[in-house]
Nanobody
Framework: VQLQASGGGSVQAGGSLRLACAAS????????MGWFRQPPGNEREFIAA???????YYSDSVRGRFTISRDNAKKMIYLQMNGLKPEDTAAYYC?????????????????WGQGTLVTVSS
């Protein structure tokens, strides 16, 4: 599977953005999908994932503000981000993993899209 992320931009604190990730390949629905982010000068971190049946997982930092979803027919995943804060500023990456369980460690995910930059100003 190949991934292409989009939807980043600049927004004021409290605003919203919706990221999208388009996948190519015929086996999209066999992958767990996730969103990660890498703030400036920091390591990449897990923020959200959705497994094959559609169960969702979130980091404490975004739970209640961000929503991950997937559309298997369109081979897309989305990240709806509400209540954005300056500390959400980062490059955001979508990723795919063919293993059975959700893994919060970025280095163990199979496939990555390019990053899309989100900047939140105060």
């Amino acid at each position: 599977v190949q991934l292409q992320a989009s939807g980043g931009g600049s927004v004021q604190a409290g605003g919203s953005l919706r990221l999208a990730c388009a996948a190519s390949g015929r086996t999209f629905n066999t992958y767990n999908m996730g969103w990660f982010r890498q703030p400036p000068g920091n390591e990449r971190e897990f923020i959200a994932a959705i497994n094959r049946p559609g169960r969702t997982y979130y980091s404490d930092s975004v739970r209640g503000r961000f929503t991950i979803s997937r559309d298997n027919a369109k081979k897309m995943i989305y990240l709806q981000m509400n209540g954005l804060k300056p500390e959400d500023t980062a490059a955001y990456y979508c990723a795919a993993d063919g293993r059975s369980n959700i893994d919060y460690e970025p280095s163990r995910w199979d496939t990555w899209g390019q990053g899309t930059l989100v900047t939140v100003s105060s």
